[in-house]
Structure formats: structure tokens, C-alpha cells
């Protein structure tokens, strides 16, 4: 039989490669200054695939998108329409859709050129006028300042915005293309690409299993980052591969009648491996590189997984096994769905070999990626048959979540859960390009107190892309929001708490209006005091009066001045406490013991324990009996207030807890209360979580484990079902503290299972 014709095109193009040049040079060097691509090239490459290919919407994007950027050029010098073009070709190695094509050679005009999304929908229809959009929105992310700190929200920005799987894998091609082009860049934009796209472009790659691009697009990237160790280990791969040169083919053709003489056929394809990964491995491992299976390996294609199997059993029969090498990734697939049977022997030359044994299903799975699924959705057939059958295979990659739950393994694929859970947040910029993350629902006040809290108190109005809106528009993903302040707003209106949807903004603009509040209260008792002074021909100063502070039991100027404009404290009382001689008509004697406790005051300078009551709180000095607030409680590090009932008692609620409107307009009520914990007997208080979980078997589980691991008691939970996919836990708990209640939200929030985590109070 005659095996040896299977040997591939692959193979001798890999084992060429191996002794004439670096990978750098060989890879597609055309696509940069070779001549330009023509129409019918790539309507060529497309009907490779796609003999249903609808060359007339091909060829009208292709002309569209040229006019569009006319005499535009590259940095490289090239015309500006060579890039899409480009683009467009690496996808058809995909063996992508025509929308997915033409979008392609679209993906430029609205952002770089006067085309706008209705004229593409009118021209092209919506389907592609969307996959532009989401392109164009993307393409807001190259201009972001780049801040280490900002990758995972990047990467989750990519997720949110594309809604459509195919605007990822062309986004993906755009910037495989420029990397490829980057030496015509400005050599400090080169390194911030370079970095861009090894920390989310190139695992994004690789978490939608296409590992052809992954590696391509890390060895570009390193290329730039680290030219010194690229070079040290090219070199070395080079030579390597030069001495190692007769053996490769020895080996393969080893392989080939081995397998044919038990009567199988298979391709063998060649793979050198990428510099990136051997100098990963070797900083990860502190080894060099010394044996062909360091740089080289063998993949063996069969045609059915009882093949795979068998192929294996004949490379064990004849050569010796090279232990712990062995990995069965058929039986249990990688989580990005990667399948294929990994074995180590000792081949000819006494040489370790590296074989991949796989069907050309996964093989095709393994080098596409997420591209691959459409075409072997059914499982049956080569991608050709498949698309005579059914004119539109691509049609589920439209929507990645339906995508990633039809997919083989839809809990791990993509991550989807995670996916989705991107979608409750809605991610904007600022004019400078940072990236500022807001919970789904958010407006403009949100992002101005999300950009400072000055910001926010400030704003007075804003635009959205560019256009005047109003404060409380609903933001969309990708908007570039420009908040416009005003130094004479010193407190934002009152209504705006209402409107705002995160709790940082509402919780700032409830302190901003209570704080203008409490202003306005100090003026007005500023004048009464002055006045008396005025009256009593006695001189005001405020240094005086700061000295007298401790006798008013008051920490500063301004909360004397309050206290007397709210009417709890008199101002002949200030007088007297600055001038001890000052007499005033009616002023009641002081009896020790004896005074009434007429009024709940703060000025409790020491602190009140109390028997009845094991809260401890500073600043109460009655026998009113004290809680916590019913809905969410209060714990140490809360700023607190006690709100006290007539002939109820004291409830001490945490600052931002949403009751205490209700007593906005009864200041008299409000007492000055403190923490007063003692730190050698630690004592547990009540806190209350919102938790979004995911709906999987063992999810509540995994909340309550959290919870149960770092010490918190969970008193009880009340679960409601909204959504098929997700369930609303309340849960009732006892902490130490703030800080051991913050450590517990985090730790749930790492959690996959966790969509929210928010405190409560109520
Ligand atoms: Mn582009």
C-alpha cells in the first residue's frame, strides 16, 4: 500500500521551513509588501470552501470599502485598503460566513471613513451593518490608555460588546494582520500593542481554541517585547532544526510504514514549535533546549477515533514509551473542547518524538477553533458537503451564547457563564480613553461619581459620543461619556439619589446633601450665636470658641454651629462656655444627678454601657433599650447613627442605609453615635447579602462554604428564583466587622457560581 503518498503538503512545507528561515520571515511575508490582493483572489479563497458564496455581496463590499478609504495609506506606505483585505483573507482560513467576509472589508469605514451604519445596513442589510458596529465599538479599545490593572476589564469590555461571536474573530484577524505589519509602527505604540496582545488578544485566541492564532500572535508579540531573547532562541531553534534536518524525514516515513504495514493510512504533518512557547518553558522550568522533541513535533491524522487508538497501539508496539508522557485528551477533552491523543517515544536516532494522534475533525477543531464548530455541528460530514446541505451553517455563530450552550462542552466553552455574566455591566470611557466599569441600568451621574466623587458633586451636564444628554441617560456599552462640572454646584440636588443607580453615587450624594444640609444649619446658628454677641456687646472670636469646644463637648466650629441651628444646643450656652461670667436670665442651674433626661443628646463624653443591652455603642446615655436596624443591621467600621423612637428606643442603622430618609426632616432624632468594640473579646454583629448565583448543581453550596470557611454565621437565607439561569439569595449573617464582612464579599465574588454580591441595608 502505498502510504507514502499521504505525506502532506504540510509536512514538506514544515520540514523546508525548518532549515531555510526563521518562522518570522517565512510566515506570510507577501501579506505585508508582496502585491496587494485582488477580488478574485479572495472571492477565490471563499468559494474553496463555499461554493454557495454570494460573490455579488463580495464583490460590492470589496469595492465599497475601497472607495470608502480612497487614498488613505498604512503606516507601512501601503494603501489603507490592503489592511481589511488582508483581514478578510486571514478569515477565510477560517473558512468563515460571507457576512463575517464582507464585514470584514467593511470593519474600518464608519470609524476611519464618512460611511455610516445606515448606509452600510442599507447597502449590505443589518445582519453586517451589526457586525460593523460592534467593530467599530471595539475599535474604541486601541485607543485606551493602557493600564495594567485595566486587562481584565479589557477583556471583559471584548465579551460585552461583542454580542455576535463572529465580531470577536474578525477583531481577532484585525489585529493578527497588524501585528504582522507592526514594524512600520512607531516604536512606542509598538510596545504597548505588543502588550495589549499578548495579555488579551492572544489568550482570548486561545480560549476560543484557535491555537494556530494564539501562538502567532504571542510570538509576534514577543518579538517586539523581547527582541534579545526572540533572537537567542530562534537562532537556537535554527540550528537545531538544521542538524536535525534528515532525521525528521526519517521519522516520518518510520511512522508511515509502520502504520501501513497494520494496514492504516494516515497523514503526518510536521510542527516546529514557536519560540514563545520554548522560552515560556524555559522560564517556567529553567531548562534549555536540546532534543528534536524540544522543537519538533509529529501529528498523526487518522480517519476515525477507533483509529486513533489503534495507531497508538502500533507507535507503542514499536518503539519504547517515554514514561508520564501519555495524555488521552479523547476520552476527557481540554475545556476549550481541544481533543487528540498525546504520546512521547523513543523514535529513530535514539531520539525522543512527540506525536499527536486525531481524527481531522480535531484536527480541524484544534487549529480553528470556535470557527470548526459550525462546520462539524452535526458531526457529520466535511465542511463543503455541509454547507451544500444547509446554505447557511453559520447561522447559530450569531449569538455566542447560544453558540457556547450548543457547543460540546457548553459549561466550560468560552466560559460562558462568565460570558453572560458581562452582560450585567456596561463598560464607557472617558474622554482620555479610561475605562470606567458601571452595573447594567447605570447613567451619566453614575460614571461622573465613578470618575471622583468631586466629579460627580460637580456635574451639571454631559455628553454622550459627542452629543449634548441628559445626566440621567442610560448608558450603553462602548459610549464615551464627557461630564461637564460646574465649581458653583457644591451639592448635587437631592433627586439625584433617586436616579442613580450605584451605590457609590447614591451614597455620595446622600452624604453631599446631608453635608449641605448641615451647612445650611450652620449658618443659620453662626448668625443666632453672633447676634447674641452683637446683643450682649461681648466680642465673637473663633479662637475663643475653639477653646471652649471641649466644654461644649463638640469637635469642631461648625458642628457647635449646627447644633445651635438645628436648635439642640442654645446660644447663650456657647456664650457662656467661651465666657464663663456671661449671665443670662433664665439659665437653669445645673444639678448633678438630678438633671432630666428631657432630650437625647450626643454630647455623651463618656462612654454609657448599659445591662440591658450588650450593643456596644458610644454616645447613648439613657436606659432606652437599643438595636440594630431590622433589615441589614450594622457592624464596627459602619460610620453609625442611632435613631431613637419615642417610647420605642435606640436603632443603629449604618450610614448609608436607605431608612434613614425618613428621618431626614427630624433631626432631633438623630443621635451622634460611635463604635465602642473591645478588641480583647470579639463579638459578632448582623450584616445582610444580596448573592446573584448561578443556577448549577452545588451553587448554593458553594456560597454557604465561603461563608461557613471565613468564619461568618449564616443565620438564615431567604432564595428566590428569577430567572432560569440564575437564583437571588438574602442572606442574614453575623461578622466581626466591616473588614471581615468585605473579605467575605470578595471571597465570593471570586467564586464562578456568584454573579452579585452586594451588602444590604435596609
Ligand atoms: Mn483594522
Not at 460592534?134 to 474604541?140: F, N, Y
Not at 495507531?311 to 517515554?322: D, E, F, K, R, S
Not at 442611632?642 to 431626614?664: N, R, W
Amino acid at each position: 500500500m502505498a502510504v507514502g503518498r499521504h505525506r502532506s503538503k504540510q509536512m514538506e512545507a514544515a520540514a523546508g521551513t525548518v532549515a531555510e528561515a526563521p518562522p518570522a520571515a517565512n510566515r506570510r511575508a507577501g501579506a505585508a509588501r508582496g502585491p496587494m490582493m485582488r477580488q478574485y483572489d479572495l472571492v477565490d479563497r471563499v468559494r474553496a470552501y463555499n461554493p454557495d458564496t454570494d460573490e455579488d455581496l463580495l464583490n460590492r463590499a470589496y469595492v465599497y470599502a475601497m472607495r470608502a478609504h480612497g487614498e488613505q495609506t498604512r503606516a507601512s506606505g501601503d494603501p489603507y485598503f490592503s489592511h481589511p483585505l488582508e483581514v478578510a483573507a486571514i478569515l477565510t482560513n477560517l473558512k468563515l460566513d460571507d457576512a463575517t467576509i464582507a464585514a470584514a472589508l467593511l470593519h474600518d469605514t464608519i470609524e476611519d471613513t464618512e460611511a455610516t451604519r445606515g448606509e452600510i445596513d442599507q447597502l449590505f442589510g443589518p445582519e453586517i451593518g451589526h457586525l460593523v458596529e460592534g467593530l467599530t465599538k471595539l475599535k474604541k479599545l486601541d485607543l485606551v490608555t493602557r493600564e495594567a490593572k485595566q486587562a481584565e476589564n479589557l477583556r471583559k469590555l471584548l465579551l460585552a460588546i461583542a454580542d455576535d461571536v463572529r465580531v470577536l474573530l474578525v477583531k481577532l484577524a484585525d489585529r493578527l494582520h497588524n501585528m504582522r505589519t507592526l514594524e512600520f509602527v512607531p516604536q512606542a505604540s509598538r510596545q504597548r500593542i505588543a502588550e495589549e496582545t499578548l495579555d488579551i488578544y492572544a489568550p482570548l485566541a486561545g480560549r476560543m481554541g484557535m491555537q494556530e492564532m494564539r501562538e502567532e500572535l504571542e510570538d509576534l508579540a514577543f518579538r517586539v517585547l523581547d527582541p534579545g531573547a526572540y533572537a537567542v532562541v530562534t537562532e537556537r531553534l535554527n540550528s537545531l532544526a538544521e542538524r536535525n534536518r534528515n532525521l525528521i524525514g526519517e521519522i516520518e516515513s518510520q511512522l508511515l510504514s509502520n502504520l501501513a504495514n497494520h494496514h492504516m493510512t494516515a497523514q503526518i504533518k510536521g510542527r516546529r514549535k514557536r519560540a514563545f512557547s520554548i522560552w515560556t518553558k524555559m522560564e517556567r522550568k529553567s531548562v534549555g533546549f536540546e532534543q528534536l522533541s524540544d522543537i519538533f513535533g509529529f501529528r498523526v491524522i487518522v480517519d476515525s477515533v477507533e483509529d486513533c487508538y489503534r495507531a497508538l497501539g502500533i507507535v507503542h508496539t514499536a518503539w519504547p514509551v517515554v514514561p508520564g508522557r501519555f495524555k488521552d485528551y479523547i476520552s476527557t477533552p481540554k475545556q476549550n473542547d481541544y481533543r487528540s491523543i498525546h504520546t512521547t517515544v523513543i523514535g529513530p536516532g535514539n531520539q525522543r518524538v512527540e506525536l499527536q494522534i486525531r481524527t481531522r475533525e480535531m484536527d480541524e477543531i484544534a487549529e480553528l477553533g470556535i470557527a470548526a464548530h459550525a462546520l462539524y455541528k452535526d458531526g457529520i460530514g466535511s465542511p463543503t458537503e455541509l454547507l451544500k446541505r444547509e446554505s447557511n451553517a453559520y447561522a447559530w455563530l450569531r449569538h455566542t451564547i447560544e453558540v457556547l450552550a450548543e457547543g460540546l462542552n457548553p459549561e466550560e466553552f468560552l466560559e460562558h457563564t462568565k460570558l453572560e455574566l458581562f452582560h450585567d455591566q456596561v463598560f464607557c470611557f472617558t474622554p482620555k480613553g479610561k475605562l470606567i466599569a458601571l452595573p447594567r441600568k447605570a447613567n451619566a451621574i453614575d460614571f461622573a461619581y465613578a470618575v471622583h466623587t468631586d466629579v460627580g458633586t460637580s456635574a451639571v451636564g454631559c455628553k454622550i459620543n459627542g452629543k449634548f444628554a441628559p445626566l440621567a441617560s442610560e448608558l450603553q456599552n462602548g459610549d464615551e461619556v464627557e461630564i461637564m462640572t460646574s465649581p458653583a454646584q457644591s451639592a448635587p440636588p437631592a433627586a439625584w439619589e433617586q436616579l442613580a443607580v450605584t451605590g457609590k453615587a447614591k451614597a455620595a450624594i446622600r452624604r453631599a446633601t446631608r453635608a449641605a444640609i448641615r451647612d445650611q444649619y450652620a449658618g443659620l446658628g453662626r448668625r443666632i450665636v453672633e447676634r447674641l454677641f452683637q446683643r450682649a456687646k461681648m466680642d465673637y472670636a473663633d479662637d475663643k470658641l475653639k477653646g471652649a469646644l471641649p466644654r461644649l463637648a463638640r469637635a469642631s466650629i461648625d458642628d457647635v454651629m449646627a447644633a445651635v441651628g438645628r436648635g439642640e444646643m442654645k446660644a447663650a450656652d456657647v456664650a457662656r462656655a467661651m465666657y464663663p461670667d456671661y449671665k443670662e436670665e433664665r439659665v437653669a442651674r445645673f444639678v448633678p444627678g438630678g438633671a432630666k433626661k428631657s432630650k437625647v443628646t450626643a454630647t455623651a463624653a463618656k462612654a454609657a454601657t448599659h445591662p440591658q443591652n450588650a450593643i456596644p455603642v458610644r454616645g447613648i446615655n439613657t436606659d432606652l433599650p437599643v438595636r440594630f436596624a431590622p433589615n441589614g443591621g450594622a457592624v464596627p467600621g459602619d460610620r453609625i447613627v442611632g435613631i431613637v423612637t419615642p417610647g420605642e428606643g435606640i436603632t443603629i442603622y449604618p450610614i448609608q442605609s436607605p431608612a434613614l430618609k425618613d428621618f431626614e426632616e427630624m433631626p432631633s432624632r438623630w443621635l451622634d453615635v460611635r463604635w465602642d468594640v473591645d478588641e480583647s473579646t470579639p463579638q459578632r454583629f448582623p450584616a445582610r447579602l444580596f448573592v446573584q448565583q448561578v443556577n448549577e448543581p452545588g451553587s448554593l453550596a458553594q456560597v454557604a462554604t465561603v461563608i461557613a470557611e471565613h468564619d461568618g454565621n449564616i443565620d438564615h437565607i431567604h432564595m428566590s428564583r428569577r430567572s432560569p439561569d440564575f437564583t437571588e439569595l438574602t442572606i442574614d449573617l453575623e461578622v466581626y466587622d466591616l473588614k471581615h464582612l468585605n473579605a467575605i464579599i470578595a471571597q465570593l465574588r471570586a467564586k464562578a457560581v456568584v454573579a452579585r454580591v452586594e451588602r444590604v441595608n435596609g
